[in-house]
């Protein structure tokens, strides 16, 4: 096995250690779309009707709507969470253990994100099992046909969090991210509502949420939970992906990135 | 003669308008212990973060065992070991973790990196420990833990940036002296940040580093034959060490 790999299998190994030792977290993951799923979905239930639209062939009900989006929704919750153990792992040093093993940098955030990525894929299928019990059950091959959609979607978004990770200073800062990022891109997507119901509010609005990256992420889970694919939403998440993971390892490099200036004493 | 293990020349850095270095030079040999000597602030920390990549410097050069870091940067790294002045350890993990994780980070099989694991802990009297978390050890062995990682790949060159700090005289002896063995025993090159000067020997090399700048460098007991090091180093730089 090549270091490449070596170095892979330790990262992914070294992340799914620590995925089994901090219990809490994984609760946590999955506690918070089941509150949305329970409470919220219940709430809405009557307030919102839902035409049929693609990839739906039927009328669905307000809970199996917002599946893919709760789906969604665990992996930028899980982004963000890397990001922020990442922000950790710089101002307490282990970060530089891994900056300094005899690899391109590049490949080692690469690895980061993809142990991360794996980590949020468990997460959203102990979710979907959940809502299984609950009532909410899919295509049976819609849970195979989703991994490939939500390794794509999990890339991208962890990626928007390797990025933020190298432009954020302090840890106090994180905060304010998960304020002026988190919310807005989960409320302003269609994981909630679809797009013609924005429409019918605000054109503007609903046109925000046809751009946002995060609700092709969604449409791409969602059509995978259909046996489907949706091109538009895979051409979509691809980019963003690799526009992000570019800014994130520019910013990781210590000849040109944003690294060398966050050392100022 | 030896090709030195680490070889900096006319190093400088900036953080915006501040100088942290200015034309630094020096070169350490195999199976030389070089003590960095200077106080909190004198730039020792930005020289680790040059010599180990984390910065990259707009001027000067810095090669280990003949290899640019510019240029070369991962045959570089390949050849150094380094302890950080913050802890690095993963708390969650057990000691045999730790060294597997940085062993494969170094392209070492498990087999191979346990059998390393197994040779460094042992040398470092940690062998028993192989199993305990490394949130259960206290200072001295978590310090030895990360000397120990350092080892794994088998270094030319050790870097460690004020490794003894924060730990009870005891700990800080055995360290010393562990790390001394390794480079009188084994040929290793051994750069040593510190502000205490009771950490080097006699017989070491010690630069003295003061506002960026190197101000002396030479053997230890050649540079303050009469009053030590310390009284020596207070009167180059008015400023106090330990």
Not at chain 1, 223 to 242: D, I, K, S
Not at chain 2, 42 to 67: D, E, N
Not at chain 2, 144 to 158: F, Q
């Given at each position: 096995?090549?270091?490449?790999?070596?170095?892979l299998?330790?990262?992914?190994?070294?992340?799914?250690?620590?995925?089994v030792?901090?219990r809490?977290r994984?609760?946590?993951?999955?506690?918070?779309?089941?509150?949305w799923?329970?409470?919220?979905?219940?709430?809405?239930?009557?307030?919102?009707?839902?035409?049929?639209t693609?990839?739906?062939q039927?009328?669905?009900?307000?809970?199996?709507?917002?599946?893919?989006?709760?789906c969604?929704?665990?992996?930028?919750?899980?982004?963000?969470?890397?990001?922020?153990?990442?922000?950790y792992?710089?101002?307490?040093?282990?970060?530089?253990?891994?900056?300094?093993?005899?690899?391109?940098r590049?490949?080692?955030?690469?690895?980061?994100?993809?142990?991360g990525?794996?980590?949020?894929?468990?997460?959203?299928?102990?979710?979907?099992?959940?809502?299984?019990?609950?009532?909410?059950?899919?295509?049976?091959?819609?849970?195979?046909?989703?991994?490939?959609a939500?390794?794509?979607?999990?890339?991208?978004?962890g990626?928007?969090?390797?990025?933020?990770?190298?432009?954020?200073?302090?840890?106090?800062?994180?905060?304010?991210?998960?304020?002026?990022?988190i919310?807005?891109?989960?409320?302003?997507?269609?994981?909630?509502?679809?797009?013609?119901?924005?429409?019918e509010?605000?054109?503007?609005?609903?046109d925000?949420c046809a751009?946002?990256?995060?609700?092709?992420?969604?449409?791409l889970?969602?059509?995978?939970?259909?046996?489907?694919?949706?091109?538009?939403?895979?051409?979509?998440?691809?980019l963003?992906?690799?526009?992000?993971?570019?800014?994130?390892?520019?910013?990781?490099?210590p000849?040109?990135?944003?690294?060398?200036r966050?050392?100022?004493? | 003669?030896?090709?030195?293990?680490?070889?900096v020349?006319?190093?400088?850095?900036?953080?915006?308008?501040?100088?942290a270095?200015?034309?630094?030079?020096?070169?350490?040999?195999?199976?030389?212990?070089?003590?960095?000597?200077?106080?909190?602030?004198?730039g020792?920390?930005t020289?680790?973060?040059?010599?180990?990549?984390?910065?990259?410097?707009?001027?000067?050069?810095?090669?280990?065992?003949?290899?640019?870091?510019q240029?070369?940067p991962?045959?570089?790294?390949a050849?150094?070991?380094?302890?950080?002045?913050q802890?690095?350890?993963?708390?969650?993990l057990?000691?045999?973790?730790?060294?597997?994780?940085?062993?494969?980070?170094?392209?070492?099989s498990?087999?191979e990196?346990?059998?390393?694991?197994?040779?460094?802990?042992?040398?470092?009297?940690?062998?028993?420990?192989?199993?305990?978390?490394?949130?259960?050890?206290?200072g001295?062995?978590?310090?030895?833990?990360?000397?120990?990682?350092?080892?794994?790949h088998?270094?030319?060159?050790?870097?460690?940036?004020?490794p003894?700090?924060?730990?009870?005289?005891?700990?800080?002896?055995?360290?010393?002296?562990?790390?001394?063995?390794?480079?009188?025993?084994?040929g290793?090159?051994?750069?040593?940040?510190?502000?205490?000067?009771?950490e080097?020997a006699?017989?070491?090399?010690?630069?003295?580093?003061?506002?960026?700048?190197?101000?002396?460098?030479?053997?230890?007991?050649?540079?303050?034959p009469?009053?030590?090091?310390a009284?020596?180093?207070?009167?180059?730089?008015?400023?106090?060490?330990t």
């Amino acid at each position: 096995m090549s270091l490449y790999l070596h170095a892979l299998a330790a990262i992914l190994i070294r992340e799914a250690l620590r995925f089994v030792t901090q219990r809490e977290r994984f609760l946590a993951a999955l506690v918070r779309p089941l509150v949305w799923l329970i409470v919220f979905a219940a709430g809405f239930r009557a307030a919102l009707g839902l035409s049929i639209t693609p990839p739906y062939q039927t009328y669905i009900t307000y809970e199996v709507y917002i599946i893919p989006g709760l789906c969604a929704m665990i992996q930028l919750f899980n982004a963000m969470q890397s990001a922020l153990s990442l922000v950790y792992d710089r101002e307490m040093g282990s970060m530089r253990l891994l900056l300094t093993a005899p690899l391109p940098r590049w490949w080692l955030l690469f690895c980061k994100l993809l142990a991360g990525v794996l980590v949020s894929i468990l997460q959203v299928y102990a979710f979907l099992g959940i809502a299984y019990l609950y009532g909410i059950k899919l295509p049976p091959m819609g849970y195979v046909w989703v991994l490939p959609a939500l390794l794509v979607s999990g890339m991208m978004l962890g990626a928007v969090g390797l990025f933020l990770a190298s432009t954020i200073r302090q840890l106090e800062n994180f905060a304010g991210v998960m304020n002026f990022v988190i919310f807005p891109v989960f409320f302003l997507s269609t994981a909630l509502y679809p797009l013609w119901r924005m429409a019918e509010s605000s054109r503007l609005l609903r046109d925000i949420c046809a751009w946002n990256p995060f609700s092709h992420a969604v449409e791409l889970i969602r059509f995978a939970l259909y046996m489907r694919l949706n091109p538009e939403a895979l051409g979509w998440v691809a980019l963003t992906f690799a526009v992000f993971l570019t800014l994130a390892i520019w910013g990781f490099d210590p000849a040109r990135g944003i690294m060398t200036r966050k050392a100022s004493p | 003669m030896h090709d030195p293990a680490l070889e900096v020349t006319d190093l400088s850095f900036r953080y915006g308008k501040k100088e942290a270095l200015r034309s630094v030079s020096f070169r350490v040999m195999p199976g030389e212990f070089c003590a960095l000597l200077g106080p909190n602030g004198a730039g020792k920390s930005t020289l680790f973060a040059l010599l180990t990549r984390l910065f990259v410097a707009r001027q000067g050069r810095i090669a280990v065992m003949g290899q640019d870091l510019q240029t070369n940067p991962r045959a570089a790294l390949a050849c150094m070991g380094v302890v950080f002045q913050q802890m690095t350890l993963d708390l969650d993990l057990s000691v045999a973790r730790n060294l597997a994780y940085f062993g494969a980070l170094h392209g070492l099989s498990r087999r191979e990196a346990a059998l390393r694991a197994g040779a460094v802990l042992e040398r470092l009297d940690m062998a028993e420990r192989a199993r305990e978390k490394a949130r259960n050890l206290n200072g001295g062995h978590r310090r030895r833990l990360e000397i120990a990682r350092a080892l794994m790949h088998r270094p030319r060159l050790l870097l460690l940036d004020e490794p003894t700090v924060g730990l009870d005289t005891r700990s800080r002896a055995a360290i010393t002296a562990h790390v001394h063995a390794l480079a009188r025993d084994d040929g290793i090159a051994v750069l040593w940040a510190t502000h205490l000067v009771d950490e080097v020997a006699p017989e070491d090399t010690a630069l003295i580093l003061h506002q960026g700048e190197i101000l002396q460098t030479g053997r230890a007991d050649q540079l303050a034959p009469k009053g030590g090091l310390a009284a020596h180093f207070m009167h180059l730089t008015e400023e106090p060490v330990t």
